[in-house]
């Protein structure tokens, strides 16, 4: 057969295109072969939740939302086994299927099997096959994808060629992420298009804020992910982790850049965002109240002015110049909240206690387990409100399960439900602001 070969340059070969990443394979989708797993429904994890508590619920809602989400995934299967990740195959398997592209590929061959694999299974794609067959494919698609060839097998065609297009849409449509988002990871890379049609209004918001990405920073390095300055950066590592997990973590930064600047005109000092002084009005007026006790005592000791009361009266004014300069402090704190931003505050004041055990912790991988992430939120204020804004943009519908299983569960304090509802109003009218841009 004559091969036609393409004019454009393979972008595999393109200098500003970068190689695709490894895809790690999905913790979450291992989880699936554990049938214990997918039977769950939400309702029976609501009982579920009654009878074990908090936590270990919202793994298992976590688990039961990857379940349904992954469920038409499972259509490549090779000898019968389903194949759900590249990882799936052993390493015996994943040599043979290299050995056989080599000869038909350019460079960074196990790369692009790994990547053609990823790219076959989430096609959606009915294949039964065997390990020549599977080797087969991907060596068409791959003449297809890396060489601009057309092939004989119409699946392989379709493929190679939906792999070429989502390059372009990588490399082209990345908008107001820039050019930076295709070295993350492909499949991250092709969530955040996705969360780019999902979330107009969103990215209209953050152009108008004029946001900036860099991907890969050195500035992120260990964490994840920061926001500083007008710029999110986020770390290499990130690229390697499941779709979910990168995507968890970014909404999660684009969150202290919007959700966050929308409550706080200015930096809080350090000690408010960690919540040392509780609410801040009662503490300004207790202040007041012990700073004019201490006004009269001093006045009644000058009264009787005594050679031993002295030191006492000195003391007693040092002390009174810290409580002024920490009411001063807290006044100027005060100031920094924008609207409904204090309401929020006071919410998480009371949502905080025992290491955050009613906030909604959810998993971001190697970033940090549910219960880190609870914690998280407890120890600073800005946590909270980036975490909260990626609940509600991500998983809007676990955010609020997690609150009706508060509300239905008689153990929890009703301060803490009227938290909840505060909360939840704050956010959503201000994420209804931002997804209406
Ligand atoms: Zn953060």
Redesign the pocket.
């Known amino acids: 057969m004559r091969r036609r070969r393409s004019r454009r340059q393979p972008l595999e070969q393109q200098a500003q295109r970068p190689q695709p990443t490894l895809q790690q394979p999905q913790s979450a989708l291992t989880l699936h072969s554990n049938p214990e797993h997918t039977s769950a429904s939400p309702q029976q994890v609501l009982k579920l939740q009654r009878i074990v508590g908090n936590q270990t619920v919202m793994r298992q809602l976590g688990r039961s939302e990857r379940t349904r989400s992954s469920a038409i995934q499972r259509r490549l299967t090779l000898d019968q086994a389903p194949i759900t990740a590249y990882s799936d195959l052993d390493s015996q398997a994943q040599d043979f299927i290299i050995k056989q592209c080599t000869s038909s590929f350019i460079v960074q061959v196990p790369e692009t099997v790994a990547t053609i694999i990823s790219e076959i299974i989430a096609s959606g794609e009915q294949i039964d096959c065997s390990l020549p067959e599977l080797a087969q494919l991907v060596s068409s698609i791959g003449q297809v994808y890396l060489i601009g060839e057309d092939v004989q097998d119409q699946r392989a065609q379709q493929i190679g060629l939906r792999m070429r297009q989502n390059d372009e849409r990588i490399s082209e449509q990345s908008g107001v992420f820039g050019k930076g988002l295709a070295s993350t990871g492909r499949g991250n890379a092709l969530a955040t298009l996705d969360l780019m049609e999902e979330q107009q209004g969103l990215m209209r918001y953050m152009e108008q804020i004029k946001l900036k990405f860099i991907f890969n920073s050195s500035k992120a390095k260990g964490i994840g992910?920061?926001?500083g300055d007008g710029v999110v950066h986020l770390e290499d590592k990130l690229g390697k982790e499941p779709k979910d997990v990168f995507l968890r973590t970014l909404i999660?930064?684009i969150?202290?850049a919007t959700f966050q600047q929308r409550l706080l005109k200015d930096k809080l000092d350090p000690q408010v965002s960690q919540g040392d002084f509780g609410d801040i009005q009662q503490e300004i007026t207790r202040l007041d109240q012990e700073i004019t006790n201490m006004t009269q005592g001093q006045v009644e000791d000058m009264r009787k002015v005594k050679l031993g009361r002295m030191q006492n009266l000195w003391q007693q004014t040092e002390r009174m110049g810290e409580l002024v300069e920490q009411q001063e402090l807290l006044q100027r704190e005060l100031q920094k909240f924008e609207g409904d931003g204090l309401a929020f505050y006071n919410a998480w004041l009371v949502l905080r206690q025992d290491e955050g055990r009613y906030m909604l912790g959810v998993d971001l991988g190697s970033v940090m387990n549910p219960t880190g992430r609870q914690k998280?939120q407890a120890e600073?204020f800005?946590?909270f409100c980036?975490?909260s804004f990626m609940h509600i943009v991500k998983e809007p519908q676990m955010l609020y399960q997690h609150v009706d299983m508060l509300r239905e569960n008689g153990e929890v304090p009703g301060n803490v439900i009227n938290a909840w509802d505060t909360a939840l109003d704050v956010l959503r009218n201000h994420y209804v602001v931002i997804r209406d841009s």
């Open positions: 992910g920061m926001y999660h930064e969150g202290h998280y600073k800005e946590e980036a975490e």
